[in-house]
């Protein structure tokens, strides 16, 4: 695919030595960020930008070691930090002109979002984060024979070679397995979108493993940093989920009620691609969530 949101200009904006991320930027009007997940690249917000841009200036750039955007080498336990991420989408708004700006994550994108908004709060006026917990409790929620939905998060944070070599041998089986499972209407997903994920996603192994890792490691302290010392996300915050947290047996509105006292939470009747599967509802939920006065 040449265009990965259609209609939508592509630039490229460097935010970090030897780090550029790849950014489609369409519409005009205030300022908003959509940040991808995994296994996916930002041709996932293709429905919703396309919405969006009717009244805002929408940015899509591709996260760091994904999709066209750097790849660098992790050679410390911040390359791939979600501290580091959340400085790169910061950077890139800016150099775009745009200080102050609403941010929208899904998946590893919202944890993305979530660690700019604790860093980074003059700059982020709106959060919304799509089907995901904060680092700190997810770790905590998953437990017993229930933690095998997250086998990946296990696998991915051994230290480096074996989940690298194991994903790179079956990598559109591994990738595969996720688009598939996740999604709860596959028609959502068309054939030359799955492909396109898979083949982003087999050039990008070392990148996505650096990044879960970092989850198992310096994003988890930094959350046990922060909700130490009682900080909190000062702007109005959404989140949209799948039921999933009755059946992990924890109550998934009250762990983000801790982090944000501004929020809206509410569950989706789609699967976990809901940006592809549902994006109505979507955006529905994003522009409730802009109409809201930040700075009351």
């Known amino acids: 695919m040449t265009q990965p949101v259609p209609g939508f200009a592509t630039r490229r904006v460097r935010v970090d030595d030897g780090v550029a991320l790849d950014v489609s930027v369409g519409g005009s009007g205030p300022p908003l960020v959509l940040l991808h997940g995994f296994p996916q690249t930002r041709l996932m917000w293709r429905h919703v930008a396309a919405e969006l841009a009717a009244d805002h200036t929408v940015l899509c750039p591709d996260l760091r070691g994904y999709g066209a955007s750097g790849k660098p080498a992790a050679v410390d336990e911040d390359t791939y930090s979600k501290r580091t991420m959340a400085r790169d989408v910061v950077r890139l708004a800016a150099a775009l002109g745009h200080e102050r700006f609403a941010l929208a994550g899904h998946d590893r994108g919202a944890l993305v979002a979530f660690r700019a908004g604790l860093d980074h709060p003059e700059a982020v006026s709106h959060l919304a984060c799509l ?42 089986s591994f990738f595969g397995w996720f688009l598939d499972a996740w999604a709860r209407e596959g028609s959502a997903l068309p054939p030359e979108v799955r492909e396109h994920y898979l083949a982003a996603s087999r050039a990008a192994v070392p990148s996505v493993v650096a990044d879960f890792r970092a989850s198992a490691g310096v994003d988890l302290r930094h959350d046990r940093e922060d909700r130490a010392t009682g900080r909190r996300l000062t702007m109005p915050v959404s989140v949209l989920q799948q039921d999933w947290g009755a059946a992990l047996g924890y109550d998934a509105r009250a762990l983000w009620e801790a982090w944000a006292p501004r929020l809206r939470h ?23 969530l802009l109409a809201v006065d930040a700075d009351r």
């Open 266 to 288: 509410r569950t989706v009747a789609c699967g976990h691609f809901m940006a592809e599967e549902d994006p109505g509802a979507v955006v529905a939920a994003l522009r409730e």
């Open 131 to 172: 089907d995901v917990l904060p680092t700190v409790d997810m770790w905590e929620a998953l437990r017993g024979a229930d933690a095998a939905v997250a086998f990946h998060l296990y696998l991915m944070a051994q230290p480096p070679g074996l989940p690298e070599r194991m994903i790179e041998a079956a990598g559109d």
